[in-house]
């Protein structure tokens, strides 16, 4: 079923309530699994550009709270699987770890997911459609330009370095050269935005009716039900989650942590 760009917010700001307002990892767990299912059977994302976007984005953070969490985790009464000098892994320090890491790679799962298969007017209309300000809906939209703008002026910048002899086929040379391609993709990225603002504000921007959508989506009660109904269950299972009415195991309990 299509969705209507507004539906799209609404489930993607659920995923996020329900990733971080359970404490069981299980539901970040969940919602990756579900993110990349996604991913693989829409029209609109290519999966690995999505893959690759996770990779990079929460690969680091595995690193990072795996040698934090997972060797120095604090308390004396940690119960302890292995130790290296100053560094012990325990269960705890392991279960913090996979938790974080798990809330981490779901969130950048579902915003990669909603970033490649959509794009700014379909971002604009739907939070358009949300009731929300004018002026965010554009912040937003224009913030989402953003992307393959980065993408075009990177791309140019290392085939004119390319033209110029240098060897942009090796990570040093990337590296090195990419001070300066970041400041002048600001540059440029703060001059469209300047430009757009300008051109905006003497259009009456603001000041005219809401503008009407750009292209048709579907619409009807089986959009609007299915927003109303995703809120409705993700504020049911993270009050019940507070309340301790949800028998969902905590990562401890996965990895077999005694109380003793």
């Not at 019940?240 to 003793?260: E, Q």
Request: hydrophobic share 55%; glycine share 8%; charged share 15%.
């Amino acid at each position: 079923m299509r969705l209507h760009p507004a539906t799209e917010l609404v489930l993607l700001g659920c995923a996020l309530l329900l990733v971080y307002g359970i404490p069981s990892p299980l539901v970040p767990a969940a919602v990756l699994l579900c993110a990349a299912a996604a991913a693989a059977v829409s029209p609109r994302v290519r999966f690995r550009s999505w893959l690759l976007s996770l990779l990079v984005l929460a690969g680091p953070m595995l690193v990072m709270v795996g040698i934090i969490q997972g060797l120095f985790y604090p308390g004396e009464q940690a119960q302890v699987l292995a130790e290296f000098g100053p560094a012990a892994v325990t269960v705890e320090g392991l279960a913090l770890a996979v938790q974080l890491w798990l809330r981490v790679a779901a969130m950048v799962a579902v915003c990669a997911l909603f970033a490649f298969g959509s794009d700014p007017s379909r971002a604009f209309d739907g939070l358009l459609a949300l009731r929300a300000p004018l002026s965010l809906a554009y912040v937003c939209a224009a913030a989402m330009t953003l992307i393959p703008l980065a993408q075009h002026r990177v791309r140019s910048a290392l085939a004119a370095r390319a033209a110029r002899g240098w060897d942009t086929d090796r990570l040093l040379v990337r590296l090195r050269l990419l001070t300066g391609v970041l400041a002048g993709l600001l540059v440029t990225a703060i001059t469209q935005l300047d430009q757009r603002h300008d051109a905006l504000t003497q259009r009456g921007f603001g000041e005219t009716p809401r503008p009407t959508p750009a292209q048709l989506y579907p619409r009807g009660p089986a959009q609007r039900g299915l927003r109303w109904g995703a809120v409705a269950v993700s504020v049911l299972l993270v009050c019940a989650s507070l309340a301790g009415l949800l028998p969902l195991p905590a990562a401890t309990d996965l990895m077999g942590a005694s109380d003793a």
